[in-house]
């Protein structure tokens, strides 16, 4: 089961599946450089097991060499996993963080009053249990808590946007949630539901440009969450 936990943030790479899945045990050491010369490696690079025995660099070096030394560590392979897929990905062209159980109710908010989508669950959609990480990479340790990622193949994604093509927001429309207009509450409480609209209006449209983009270039989605 993916574990989102609250308050926690969403952020999304394009990848390719097989590749990715060729990666683990490869003994890549170009690879191995490449990744850790990322971004992500730089900003994960401190995260390391309790006894501080076990570090993002051992974990990454395993997961590319096809051996699991820690099976308890699981938080730290699932970082290493994150580098590597961001490493061997595509940046998107347009945002993918939003804050869990709190922007993802807005956008269900909208999309079920505004265009209808009464079975929508912008969770359930993008991190679904059948595409969780461990699915994909078998080798990956249990991770209890956090981070959570999925790969969600091409064919997915293709379903995903046809969920969503009868969604078109304008700029017009998001100016005007943004003002409060088109809101049944007072203005105070109009305001603040008008801000939540946009909000929501903005990932929405984020998300449909970053599944065109995937889908165009024949691309899987990861997503990841901590």
Not at 25 to 37: A, F, H, K, P, Y
Not at 138 to 154: K, M, R
Not at 171 to 180: F, K, L, S, V, Y
Request: aromatic share 12%.
């Amino acid at each position: 089961m993916v574990v989102v936990a609250m308050g926690y943030y969403t952020f999304a790479v394009g990848v390719r599946i097989k590749e990715l899945q060729a990666a683990i045990g490869s003994n890549d050491q170009r690879l191995l450089e490449r990744v850790r010369l990322g971004e992500y490696f730089s900003n994960y690079e401190d995260v390391v097991t309790d006894d501080g025995k076990f570090t993002l660099d051992k974990a990454l070096q395993e997961l590319i060499a096809g051996r699991i030394s820690r099976p308890d560590a699981g938080f730290v392979y699932g970082y290493a996993l994150i580098c590597l897929s961001h490493a061997l990905g595509y940046e998107l062209p347009e945002g993918s963080d939003f804050k869990m159980y709190v922007e993802t109710e807005f956008i269900d908010a909208l999309l079920r009053g505004e265009f209808g989508l009464d079975d929508f669950d912008i969770t359930d959609q993008l991190f679904p249990d059948a595409c969780e990480w461990s699915e994909v990479i078998p080798q990956l340790p249990e991770v209890e808590d956090w981070p959570s990622g999925v790969y969600l193949p091409l064919e997915y994604l293709r379903t995903l946007q046809q969920r969503l093509a009868g969604v078109q927001i304008t700029n017009d429309q998001i100016a005007a949630w943004e003002n409060g207009e088109g809101t049944e509450d007072d203005d105070e409480d109009g305001g603040e539901l008008g801000e939540e609209k946009a909000c929501a209006a903005e990932h929405v449209r984020n998300l449909q440009a970053n599944l065109a983009f995937c889908i165009e270039h024949e691309l899987d989605m990861a997503w990841f969450c901590h």
